[in-house]
């Protein structure tokens, strides 16, 4: 799905819940971000899901037909066989779901990977071969994959992903606008010219914090640490630093041209409202997606 309008675009990222509440508490949560427009929201998925069509596909279904709001739904490559990828292709074509983020997820070290996709672009390119009607997006990384060897190495299995078909990317969160920039231009000097969205994640509890420090490979730079040395123990002053401090990386994307914004939510609708009550007029007039 490549942005269409001539400004940045807002996008959304929600995740499947494990529990009936917490799934009321999702539907809850995407009735109150549908006023917001967003271009797209999308939904993730596991290697841990016993079942894709039971919960990445049901909540983007509803996405669009509750909501009017184009979905994509989340693939990963490692644990799919093509028998499996045919299958979940043609119920996305019944539900009328035609936006596909490819991945090759995450490895699970007691569980053996599959052998038809051993990355994410040959799962693209499979999925491309099937049916080039679906809109492929792809992920990055503007600080490197943690799996790369280095930033040359990184940048080429990029642009295999977009000779295979992707439309778009979608980057990991980062907290460094610079590293972004920089990344950029890795990708312009490579002839990757196919739109970048900038993933954001506002950091708004003390425990998402301390996960992201102890899990994320990415850079955090010192006004970011000050936040959470300053407020990690005061939650709400935390959450109004950590949204202010997405909302002025938001702004610096937008007006140095970033294509769009894709705002990873965590499925709560208040930080997307709050950070599209600063931040929507700098997006540009999106014009009406119709879903046919």
Excluded: W
Aim: aromatic share 8%; glycine share 4%.
């Amino acid at each position: 799905m490549i942005p269409n309008n001539n400004g940045a675009t807002l996008s959304f990222e929600v995740f499947p819940p494990t529990s009936k509440s917490s799934i009321d508490s999702l539907y809850h949560s995407l009735s109150q971000m549908e006023d917001l427009a967003p271009e797209f929201i999308s939904v993730t998925c596991s290697n841990q899901q016993l079942s894709l069509t039971d919960s990445t596909v049901k909540i983007a279904q509803h996405i669009q037909q509750q909501h009017q709001v184009p979905s994509i739904v989340h693939l990963t490559a490692a644990y799919l066989n093509k028998g499996e990828v045919d299958d979940i292709l043609e119920v996305l074509r019944q539900k009328n779901i035609r936006n596909i983020l490819a991945l090759r997820g995450d490895i699970l070290p007691d569980k053996p990977r599959g052998t038809d996709f051993q990355y994410a672009s040959d799962l693209i390119s499979y999925i491309k071969g099937q049916d080039d009607r679906f809109s492929i997006s792809a992920a990055c990384y503007p600080e490197g994959h943690p799996e790369s060897d280095n930033t040359v190495a990184d940048i080429h299995h990029l642009r295999e992903k977009i000779q295979a078909g992707a439309d778009q990317l979608v980057t990991q969160m980062f907290f460094d606008n610079e590293s972004f920039y920089q990344f950029q231009e890795k990708c312009q000097l490579a002839g990757i010219d196919v739109p970048i969205l900038a993933g954001i994640m506002p950091v708004i509890n003390k425990r998402q914090a301390e996960r992201i420090i102890r899990t994320a490979d990415i850079q955090l730079p010192r006004k970011f640490l000050a936040i959470l040395d300053k407020y990690g123990d005061n939650p709400v002053a935390l959450k109004d630093a950590g949204t202010a401090y997405a909302i002025d990386q938001i702004v610096d994307l937008v007006t140095q041209g970033a294509a769009g914004i894709h705002l990873y939510t965590m499925n709560k609708a208040e930080t997307a409202r709050r950070i599209y009550t600063a931040t929507n007029s700098l997006f540009g007039i999106q014009e009406t997606v119709e879903i046919s």
